[in-house]
């Protein structure tokens, strides 16, 4: 393997290492170069691998954390004898539209609706539009670092409510699918700010996946949700990636959140393979009936009383 070499593509975050060959094992330094630069950058981008198979995308990814097994996902959205790829596609699978079609078109950090999202993830092009199929990412360490004091502090022990139900165009997928789903993932309570276990700084688990925040009125939270999705989102914040065939993308899901955008001709195939690494711990609760406070309920509490 010739020298590895990283170069920034983005000020937020987002950078492209050269020098790799992932169907290679990692020399030990090598390997600590690379997670040293995934640390600092959130989003590593791995051109010219187009010759990987899934044994190797496997072997890769496996060398920076245990890999998951999908169990919260549709065995039929999973590669065929191996369920470490999660296949991302617009093409039919078994002559029926692919339960990925429109996977991740709303911000979101990966797994977030389990109890232990994902440590980070490589994602392979294998197939791309000849125009558009972008995702962008969003460094929600910076976003945090930003906010006032008074913010960080009214958000610290704050938990929020992650629901798989509010993947965007899940209402368009198999109806049996969607079920299975639902019922793999009921909703779980997450922390709104954690603390990532290599770097120790503090950054926001947020998005558009999250029903609501505990002890707040709907009202309330969808406000406090709405100001922290569109400061985390800002420009300054974020890295807009243009695919190429045979580009692996790795990124850091405890400090991220991302978006793969619609902006493409949908009759022409768009095909990725992704290998998640698991969370290192626990960090979420399921809840089987949220006691997400209501305005109507609050109005109920405080009439009873006066």
Same mark, same amino acid.
């Given at each position: 393997?010739?020298?590895?070499?990283? !170069?920034?593509?983005?000020?937020?975050?987002?950078?492209?290492?050269?020098?790799?060959? /992932?169907? $290679?094992?990692?020399?030990?330094?090598?390997?600590?170069?690379?997670? %040293?630069?995934?640390? !600092?950058?959130?989003?590593?981008?791995?051109?010219?691998?187009?010759?990987?198979?899934?044994?190797?995308?496997? $072997?890769?990814?496996?060398?920076?954390?245990?890999?998951?097994?999908?169990?919260?996902?549709? =065995?039929?959205?999973?590669?065929?004898?191996?369920?470490?790829?999660?296949?991302?596609?617009?093409?039919?699978?078994?002559?029926? =539209?692919?339960?990925?079609?429109?996977?991740?078109?709303?911000?979101?950090?990966?797994? @977030?609706?389990?109890?232990?999202?994902?440590?980070?993830?490589?994602?392979?092009?294998?197939? !791309?539009?000849?125009?558009?199929?972008?995702?962008?990412?969003?460094?929600?360490?910076?976003?945090?670092?930003?906010?006032?004091?008074?913010?960080?502090?009214?958000?610290?022990?704050?938990?929020?409510?992650?629901? %798989?139900?509010?993947? !965007?165009?899940?209402?368009?997928?198999?109806?049996?699918?969607?079920?299975? /789903?639902?019922?793999?993932?009921?909703?779980? $309570?997450?922390?709104?700010?954690?603390?990532?276990?290599?770097?120790?700084?503090?950054?926001?688990?947020?998005?558009?996946?999250?029903?609501?925040?505990?002890?707040? @009125?709907?009202?309330?939270?969808?406000?406090?949700?709405?100001?922290?999705?569109?400061?985390?989102?800002? =420009?300054?914040?974020?890295?807009?990636?243009?695919?190429?065939?045979?580009?692996?993308? /790795?990124?850091?899901?405890?400090?991220?959140?991302?978006?793969?955008? %619609? *902006?493409?001709?949908? @009759?022409?195939?768009?095909? /990725?393979?992704?290998? @998640?690494?698991?969370?290192?711990?626990?960090?979420?609760?399921?809840?089987?009936? =949220?006691?997400?406070? *209501?305005?109507?309920?609050?109005?109920?509490?405080?009439?009873?009383?006066?």
């Amino acid at each position: 393997m010739g020298q590895i070499t990283v !170069k920034p593509l983005g000020y937020a975050l987002g950078a492209e290492v050269q020098g790799v060959d /992932m169907r $290679a094992p990692l020399a030990a330094e090598d390997r600590k170069a690379i997670n %040293a630069a995934w640390l !600092k950058h959130c989003v590593l981008v791995f051109p010219g691998q187009e010759a990987l198979t899934p044994e190797q995308q496997i $072997a890769f990814a496996g060398q920076f954390g245990e890999l998951d097994q999908h169990a919260s996902q549709p =065995p039929a959205t999973l590669h065929p004898g191996h369920p470490e790829i999660l296949v991302l596609t617009n093409r039919q699978v078994q002559g029926k =539209p692919s339960g990925t079609r429109n996977s991740g078109r709303n911000w979101h950090t990966d797994l @977030s609706y389990t109890e232990r999202p994902a440590k980070g993830a490589l994602l392979l092009c294998r197939e !791309k539009p000849p125009v558009g199929g972008d995702t962008m990412f969003a460094n929600l360490t910076l976003a945090y670092e930003t906010l006032t004091p008074r913010i960080q502090a009214l958000i610290e022990d704050l938990e929020a409510v992650h629901d %798989a139900s509010l993947i !965007k165009g899940i209402e368009q997928r198999d109806p049996a699918i969607v079920a299975e /789903m639902r019922n793999r993932n009921p909703p779980v $309570a997450h922390p709104l700010v954690r603390v990532h276990p290599e770097t120790g700084r503090k950054a926001l688990l947020i998005g558009q996946r999250i029903r609501g925040i505990l002890g707040l @009125s709907d009202e309330e939270g969808a406000a406090l949700l709405n100001l922290l999705n569109a400061h985390a989102i800002a =420009p300054e914040f974020v890295y807009r990636h243009r695919w190429s065939l045979g580009d692996v993308l /790795m990124w850091d899901n405890r400090c991220t959140m991302h978006v793969a955008l %619609a *902006d493409f001709d949908q @009759s022409q195939p768009r095909v /990725m393979h992704r290998c @998640s690494l698991q969370g290192e711990r626990v960090t979420g609760r399921i809840l089987r009936n =949220p006691s997400i406070a *209501d305005r109507e309920t609050l109005i109920q509490a405080v009439a009873a009383v006066a």
